[in-house]
Nanobody, 124 residues
Framework: QVQLVESGGGLVQAGGSLRLSCTAY????????MGWFRQAPGKEREFVSA????????YYADFGQGRFTISRDNAKNTVYLQMNSLRPEDTAVYYC?????????????????WGQGTQVTVSS
């Protein structure tokens, strides 16, 4: 029902910024909460941020608080993750995901659709 496509990853120097985008191609008018996750080599996929369909509920992992900002433009079916003050430990593949509410959102196992991911590399 939904295809998610991420973009905006790349190589940046420590302290720099990136803005990730995730566009959802929907076949219905259903509403979805959205989330961002990341996975570094040898590590589990971890939660980064999440936003409800209306934008009224927003969550951040502790490591992103004050540095990352999630937003969405429902007219464009796109969610964004602005990442500032990037650190080498932010290096990972970043994935966006879509969830129908009512399944313990924003937990990782609550998401129904996942994108292919976009690589973020932060050099020291």
């Amino acid at each position: 029902q939904v295809q998610l496509v991420e973009s905006g990853g790349g190589l940046v120097q420590a302290g720099g910024s990136l803005r990730l985008s995730c566009t959802a191609y929907r076949r219905t008018t259903s509403t979805y909460a959205m989330g961002w996750f990341r996975q570094a080599p040898g590590k589990e996929r971890e939660f980064v941020s999440a936003i409800s369909w209306s934008g009224g509920s927003i969550y951040y992992a502790d490591f992103g608080q004050g540095r990352f900002t999630i937003s969405r433009d429902n007219a464009k079916n796109t969610v964004y993750l602005q990442m500032n003050s990037l650190r080498p430990e932010d290096t990972a593949v970043y994935y966006c995901a879509a969830a129908t509410l009512g399944s313990n959102w924003p937990a990782k196992d609550s998401y129904d659709y996942w994108g292919q991911g976009t690589q973020v590399t932060v050099s020291s």
